[in-house]
């Protein structure tokens, strides 16, 4: 069974094929094709919704016939149709859609809407091949630690305000950094050069955390900071990523103290920062039998891929999304899935 | 670190043992050096916690309040000694124990419920309330808080409304299906503290703000 997968809830336009053979148990999963296109805004900009949805129309079916031409298979060879249902940006999310209704009528193929975290979770676990972990999901949108009891991904902790990689994002802005290939990529490179730690709110509240204090004040104070002298742009990434990623390895190790669980999954845009891969590694070391898994940018980053393997999961139980419940909602909680696929 | 000591639980910050302290069995509770952390930040967190949740036993202590009594603080070594509490957390409880009698849950309930209440009547706000920070007494099954680290002390109601989301969420991920214990403990929450009311409504608040937080990919 092939599953065909279009994402493109935020500025990451992303198609992907996936290989699922029944014939062994369990499935012999193989990536067919992983394509990607990218809309960055000017530097000291953020993507705003329609600029985004344009930029998706633009590319979609050029990204599809890539896709298609890299699997080597034609379009009766798939199986199912699978986009993002939410969360995400209304347009962005819409253009997509109407993509992936407008190709099953055409090849007459059944559709499955899928959440996009539980399509982060679902990735993560295929190719990292953690059983059962805490994961901490963490993008320009999103700042979850979850874990899965009884067919839910349940939430155990999340951001009170703004997710960890708006904070980043909205602090590359104020430093002018480039939005290519990713802002909070360019404020990592640039934390490698920074010394001095400076003293930042630490806002930890349980499993929960919340960004928006240390961003203001890193914000309001980094022009005199800078005109003075008293602290670089290095020291100011460094300063931020030491802050926030301490906060989430905490409240991940929490929610493992918790739970009483040994493996981490780090998912998500800003799981491929290195530093923090690395943060969650020395907390790992230091509890019995402590694991992390995480994935590279292939997979981490929003894609296709991953919309076509939580799809498929889905698909495999019988479930799918009848035409006229195709629509898309720019709220939808992990934990509102169902996930049948689960043991 | 102290002889005669065993390892009985490593949480997310501290590693906990029980050993003698003056003749008699105690908790000792030890926050070590986190190697992920910056060492600056570590030193100023840990000494923080271990200040804060000393502090905040001690008031809880003095208003009767059912904690572990405090036997001495380490600063230096970042640990402090308490009282054992023999008995088992409300998770366990809820987790190894399923399909207990009604009754039984709601009696658990409202201690939970009264314990929040008395606690917030003296201005402490928790900062981690989940049911594994809340033991019951072997003896006489009497709720007792713990593990205080993230613990302050504030009057405003927001920041006691907080405190009881993040219970709240804590009950509802880690203990699907206990949503009628959840509204005992508030009820007996309500019935308890002075400005309940209006926390209970602030909490209202708190939970649509979490619901309509916007949620992009
Ligand atoms: N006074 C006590 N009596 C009996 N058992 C205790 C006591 N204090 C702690 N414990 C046990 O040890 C576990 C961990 O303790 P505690 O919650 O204080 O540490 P922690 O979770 O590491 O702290 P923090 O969240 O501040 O990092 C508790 O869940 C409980 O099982
Ligand atoms: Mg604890």
Redesign the interface.
Known sequence: MIALGLEG??NKLGIGLIRHDMSTTPPTVTILSNVRHTYHPPPGEGFLPKDTAQHHRAHILELIRNALDEAKITPKDISVICF?K????GGPLTSVATVARTLALMWNKELVGVN??VGHIEMGRQITGAQNPVVLYV????TQVI?Y??K?Y????EA??I?VGNCLDRFARVLNLPNDPAPGYNIEQLAKKGTK?I?LP?T?????VSFSGVLSYIEANAKAWLASGEYTAADMCFSLQ??VF?ML??TT??A????GSREVLIVGGVGCNMRLQ???G??A????GGMVYATDERFCI?NGIMIAQAGMLAYQTGYTTPLDKTWCT????T?EVFAAWRE | MIPDVQLIKQGAEARVYLGPFCQRQAIIKERFAKAYRHPTLDKKLTSRRVIQEARCLYRCQKALIDTPTVYLVDLDQSVIYMEYIPGISVRDYLVTEPGQEAEAQHRVAVAIGKALGAMHNIDVIHGDLTTSNLLMRETSGAVVLIDFGLSYVSQLIEDKAVDLYVLERAFVSTHPNTEVMFAQILEAYGESSKASKQILKKLEDVRLRGRKRSMLG
């Open positions: 809830s935020a993002t939410g969360p995400g940006m996009h975290c993008s320009g949108g999103n874990a009891a009884e839910r349940r939430i155990f902790g009170l305000d997710a730690l003293d630490y930890v509240k349980g499993m929960d030491e802050t301490a390895v905490e190790e929490r493992m103290a918790h739970i690395e943060m969650m020395q907390m070391e230091q509890r019995e929003d720019q709220r939808f909680r934990d």
